[in-house]
């Protein structure tokens, strides 16, 4: 039997009449996205509403509350000791209102809601593919997608931004996080088809140091990822370019402009015979997996809790793809799937203190 149907039964006492009475759910609403993107021009771009909108119903909001809600920091506004309070508040009404209207819809029979994804430049060559399948399950979603460098998309999950993020590789410190392996990332070596060492078997690294190199701009993981895998052998690259689009290195790998490492996902649309060779190197690929983060103990949305267990269900899937691009893969893909290393199965995180 439910509590308020129980003898005895009262009311929560501390029910915020006063702001139930002055302050609205459009004015929290608008207060949280200028917090969350530390700017008035931003918010009322992400809201559909002019700035002088705006301004005046956090005016109206912090008139209710009978205390300041930003303070002037140089040129910059930050909200106050009570406007973090209230910040924190706004993102805990609205996560439990998004949830009741997810429930509200599966009585309805129908599933409604807002996933916001925050995702690694490399990984927006296949999680279209997963949104739309998802999508498809479950029409009545709405997404939004973030693409951006490593280093701004951890900028975005330790400010709480989207609901979850996809990426190479957990972040190093700085926040206790869930991360969930969910599918296969490897990392290949790419050259011009009519490349010399096209062919060959077991090239060594060294071999390829002596070669120019194309890569992704600082922050990106894979940048970090391959100045490891060279460091660790004592090996300096020489780096020609350093760009910030994986088309562009594609590009410019086509041009005879030097070698690159990318994610054999930027390769899909192509696929084996695209206008770049897979080269055969000691060390590669790299065996790397995507995965599903987000801040540890954050209470998952009923929509994000939905994504996060149809990802977790794709993994086979992606396997199959990645070999079809390589068949080459397919060892090191079948070794390493049944030993739990691109998927834990539903729910069971590998929670880490970074």
């Known amino acids: 039997m439910p509590p308020y149907s129980e003898p005895g039964y009262t009311p929560p006492s501390a029910m915020p009449e006063y702001l139930i009475r002055y302050a609205t759910l459009r004015q929290l609403q608008i207060f949280e996205a200028s917090v969350r993107l530390s700017s008035f021009t931003r918010a009322a771009e992400e809201l559909f509403v002019t700035q002088p ?9 912090s008139d209710a509350l009978g205390l300041p809600l930003f303070e002037q920091v140089g040129r910059n506004v930050r909200p106050t000791e009570i ?5 924190e508040s ?4 609205f996560e439990n209102l998004a949830n009741l209207e997810m429930k509200v819809s599966d009585h309805k029979g129908m599933k409604r809601g807002r996933l916001r994804l925050g995702v690694v430049t490399t990984a927006k060559h296949f999680v279209p593919e997963v949104l739309g399948d998802f999508c498809r ?3 009545g979603i709405d997404v939004a997608l973030k693409v951006s460098n490593r280093d701004r998309i951890i900028e975005r999950l330790y400010a709480y931004e989207d609901d979850l993020y996809i990426m190479g590789q957990a972040p190093g410190d700085g926040m206790e996080i869930e991360s969930y392996p969910f599918a296969p990332n490897p990392l290949v070596l790419i050259a011009p088809k009519n490349h010399p060492l096209v062919g060959e078997k077991n090239i060594p690294l060294s071999r390829i140091a002596e070669e120019p190199l194309i890569l992704r701009e600082p922050g990106s ?7 490891r895998e060279f460091s660790r052998l004592g090996l300096q690259p020489k780096v020609r370019m350093e760009l910030g689009s994986n088309e562009a ?3 410019s790998v086509v041009g005879g402009l030097g ?4 994610s054999l996902h930027t390769l899909s649309l192509e696929g084996p015979d695209g206008p770049v060779a897979l080269l055969d190197v000691e060390g590669f690929p790299i065996m790397r997996q995507w995965y599903l983060v987000f801040p540890k103990g954050k209470e998952l949305s009923l929509v994000a809790d939905a994504f996060l267990q149809f990802s977790l269900d794709v993994e086979p899937r992606m396997r199959e793809e990645m070999i079809a691009l390589w068949p080459e893969l397919a060892k090191e893909l079948s070794a390493a799937a049944p030993a739990g290393k691109f998927q834990e199965g539903p729910r069971k995180a590998a929670s880490a203190k970074k």
């Open 249 to 251: 290195i594609k590009h």
């Open 53 to 61: 909108t705006v301004s005046m119903q956090i005016k109206k909001l």
């Open 259 to 262: 070698l690159s490492v990318l």
């Open 137 to 139: 399950v479950y029409p």
């Open 221 to 227: 993981g894979i940048r970090d990822t391959v100045l």
């Open 90 to 93: 706004c993102r805990r009404i």
């Open 83 to 87: 406007g973090s309070e209230l910040y």
